[in-house]
């Protein structure tokens, strides 16, 4: 099999930083991209200080989540303050294809590296810019943290109980969303650069990008003027019941049952074993059971309770029925399914502990991704200054003892 | 009349042989950016032309507005695939294409004689993108699932969203599919865009669950469980760790109300009135505000339900603090920040009429994007595709239509 990569050849240079600017690039490295993050040790990205830290020992370097969300950048560190690190970072991007990130509108500009700027450096430059809420526009300094940032959309407003305040997600969706999304911007880019020979700066608002998501519910305002609230796991368009979660036998388990068309409710009977409890009668067609999908879940939710969430999701699945466990954290690691895809994969981090991240979440028939753990900072200085940029051993060594790579 | 789209992704030929959500709105990302694609529909139409919303609640296949958000700027046809001229036909249209999307389980692919070792056999350049809930491999790629199922299977509910011990929760819309969808666009538009470099075409197994236990829920929680044998569970409340970072209601809705940092939370003191509650001890940093949360929210409360969420958005901003209001639906469609970037596009159906819908995910300045065409009807475009792209006959279209291949 032919191992290499589809985006081997490609540079990029990633000033993004806590969560969905490092997916960008880590979505791009794992695609076979040469990515490297600037980050500097004068101001240290607040993940590397996450806990829980690998052997229990706090250091930047040894953030178990930060290993995760960063893998497949690469770093170098470079304090942008001085002037000297700044050009390094503009040598860089000469010999890139790709430069990311995810500050507020105007700050690259403000560090010197705004478009117009990288275009003298590099013609063809490929600035990816994936502010909050645009570059552009009366709300595009509007402060969000990525958990919050769905709240812009109208996203937050359909989470939660049926009838209910909405419930806050309590991590933020959007982050790995957008920079996954955005790695599709970047190619598309890159794809017209083929195409034409130019380059351009994108305007990725995470706040456009996410709303797609609320396309479905979007449309029932566009076409009849009402905006949807929060329904439990109901069907996003009322059009399949059951479709909900229930509880199963144990604590805090729980199965997800849907039904989605007529075949399926009677594969669903007979999984039940035709019970007299679940009036037939009332729930024959879709629309009935729409009609009561309260009865229905209610119904439902007594019978899932007896029985193990895992092997009542193996038995309606032996009838055809689209059912699954409902997982909590734990439970991922040792899951047959993500066992068998190796979507979790154990590492060796350079430091000399080994660690769990993720793996590549997507298979391709051609070409493995080999995953690694996030860089520890400045973990690609030699390779950048000294074979990249050709630097003299010795003023790579004045510039590291300055702090400029620091 | 074949269309010559100038977007980013101009030249690339897609043939999108999905339903509903997940494999529909990745082949429109590639549809919005220029590249052309061709919708193939079994003679029953996508099921999601069965779903609303339709205007005043009336069902009918061309007035889906779930249809319609996720298949515009594509052509469409139809074509019986499980008849024998109708897969012929289908092989001749996979010559022509340079990408396959599908969604189906693996099951139905197979049974169609259509998974990847035929289809490679018809064009070895073609890279299919299979985006299912669970994947092409593992125990559970034979498993029945919708999105809900795919979504419960990856520790997101269980992790983030609902109240301790309560039905956990996925977020109001088809947050599996959605997610497996941009994964897959980006990881197939790589596998086009180093088609040459790797040495041809590939299948990219995706599966949605797998996409967001990863990349979500794995990056942030996977390395410290693995490590330590401990994990967390929802909570019900935006963040536990830290106060105030939560939704609570106000006079006309909801807020995010997040003031962590010392400077945020000054800033909202100061908005609400520098109330004397708010000097007290405990409340002055984030951790100990935490561990009070249930007093300092019912204080926040007093204060926000004497104020609209626009108020307090505008206030609190202005104060330097991330608080936002929770956009209902509506409000999102009427943001005065989204309608000046021009995210909503007037667009034309022969059914819905005129329609305002949601603009491209992101902005390419130098090859813009975004919905232009309505959705086809089913099987609008037949004879320009076939006869007039694949070159059949008058009386040949006439044949497969008696023999319902089209």
Same mark, same amino acid.
């Given at each position: ?202 305007? !990725?608002?995470?706040? @456009? ?8 519910? +979007?449309?029932? *305002? /566009?076409?009849? &003027? =009402? ?116 979507? !979790?994969?154990?590492? @060796? ?8 991240? +993720?793996?590549? *979440? /997507?298979?391709? &028939? =051609? ?40 | ?406």
């Amino acid at each position: 099999m032919n191992k290499t990569l589809p985006l081997k050849g490609v540079r990029v240079v990633n000033f993004g930083w806590v969560w969905a600017g490092p997916v960008v690039g880590q979505t791009l490295g794992f695609l076979g991209a040469e990515v490297f993050k600037i980050e500097s040790r004068a101001r240290v990205d607040m993940t590397r200080n996450l806990p829980p830290f690998a052997e229990g020992k706090p250091s930047p370097d040894r953030s178990l989540s930060n290993h995760a969300c960063w893998a497949g950048n690469g770093s170098i560190s470079l304090n942008l303050k001085e002037p000297e690190a700044l050009q390094l970072a503009k040598d860089l991007i000469a010999r890139s294809d790709v430069v990311v990130e995810n500050f507020g509108p105007g700050v690259m500009e403000r560090l010197g590296l705004g478009y117009e700027e990288l275009r003298g450096i590099k013609d063809d430059i490929i600035l990816f810019s994936m502010p909050g809420a645009g570059l552009y526009g009366p709300m595009k300094d509007l402060r969000t943290y990525g958990l919050s940032l769905t709240s812009t959309t109208g996203l937050d407003s359909l989470v939660g109980y049926k009838g209910g305040d909405p419930i806050p997600v309590e991590n933020a969706f959007s982050d790995p969303y957008a920079g996954i999304l955005g790695a599709f911007a970047v190619l598309s880019a890159l794809n017209h650069r083929r195409n034409t020979g130019q380059g351009q700066h994108i305007d !990725f608002s995470q706040q @456009e990008a996410v709303m797609q998501m609320v396309g479905p519910a +979007y449309m029932d *305002y /566009v076409l009849n &003027g =009402r905006s949807g609230g929060p329904k439990s796991n109901e069907h996003p368009l009322a059009a399949m019941a059951p479709h909900g979660v229930f509880r199963c036998k144990g604590d805090d388990r729980w199965i997800s049952i849907v039904v989605g068309s007529d075949e399926e409710w009677h594969s669903l009977l007979a999984a039940l074993k035709h019970p007299e409890w679940l009036k037939v009668s009332e729930f024959a067609t879709r629309e009935q059971r729409l009609a009561h999908i309260d009865t229905l879940h209610a119904l439902l939710g007594e019978w899932t309770v007896q029985f193990d969430d895992r092997e009542l999701a193996a038995l309606l699945q032996s009838h055809g029925v689209a059912a699954t466990p409902v997982l909590n954290v734990g439970d991922l690691l040792g899951d047959p399914h993500y066992v068998a895809r190796r979507t !979790f994969i154990e590492v @060796e981090h350079p430091l000399g502990f080994k660690e769990t991240i +993720y793996g590549s *979440y /997507v298979k391709l &028939g =051609r070409g493995e991704v080999e995953v690694r753990p996030g860089p520890m900072i400045g973990q690609d200085n030699d390779y950048v200054f000294r074979e990249l940029l050709g630097l003299s051993e010795e003023r790579y060594r004045q510039l590291i003892e300055r702090q400029v790579i620091y | 009349m074949e269309t010559r789209p100038t977007g980013a992704l101009s030249g690339i030929r897609v043939l999108d042989f999905g339903q509903m959500v997940s494999a529909p709105y990745c082949a429109k990302l590639f549809a919005d950016y220029g590249a052309d694609v061709i919708k193939v529909e079994l003679p029953t139409g996508d099921v999601a032309r069965t779903m609303g919303p339709f205007p005043g609640d009336v069902a009918h296949p061309e007035k889906s507005g779930l249809y319609f958000i996720n298949n515009t700027n594509k052509r469409g046809v139809t074509c019986n695939v499980a008849s024998e001229a109708g897969r012929a036909l289908f092989l001749r249209l996979l010559e022509w294409a340079d990408v396959l999307v599908e969604n189906n389980l693996p099951g139905r692919m197979k049974s169609w004689q259509l998974d990847y070792a035929d289809i490679q056999a018809v064009n070895p350049r073609l890279v299919m993108i299979s985006i299912t809930p669970f994947g092409q491999s593992g125990p559970y790629s034979a498993w029945n699932g919708y999105d809900l199922n795919a979504y419960h299977l990856t520790g997101a509910s269980s992790r983030y969203c609902g109240r301790p011990g309560e039905m956990p929760l996925e977020h109001g819309t088809f947050s599996a599919d959605y997610f497996g969808a941009i994964s897959a666009a980006t990881w197939g538009m790589a596998a086009v865009y180093g088609r040459d470099m790797v040495g041809g075409g590939q299948q990219v197994d995706v599966s949605c669950a797998e996409a967001i236990a990863a990349a979500f829920i794995g990056g942030q929680n996977i390395g410290g469980y693995a490590q330590d044998g401990r994990f967390d569970k929802r909570t019900g409340v935006g963040m536990p760790q830290g106060a105030p970072a939560t939704i609570l209601p106000c006079k006309d809705g909801h807020v995010w109300m997040l003031a962590l940092e010392p400077g945020q939370w000054n800033g909202l003191r100061q908005v609400m009135g520098n109330p004397d509650w708010a000097d007290l001890d405990i409340f002055q940093n984030m951790k100990t505000r935490a561990e009070n949360a249930d007093v300092i929210y019912s204080f926040i409360v007093e204060w926000t339900m004497q104020h609209t969420k626009m108020e307090i958005q505008e206030k609190c901003q202005a104060a330097g603090c991330p608080i936002t209001a929770v956009y209902t639906v509506a409000e999102a469609a009427e943001q005065p920040h989204l309608k000046a970037r021009g995210y909503f596009v007037d667009m034309e159906h022969p059914e819905l009429g005129r329609i305002r819908n949601l603009g491209a995910p992101f902005k390419l300045p130098a090859s813009p994007g975004g919905p232009a065409r309505g959705a086809p009807l089913l099987g609008q475009h037949n004879s320009e595709v076939y006869g007039g792209m694949l070159g059949l006959d008058a009386a040949k279209l006439m044949a497969l239509r008696a023999a319902g291949a089209i």
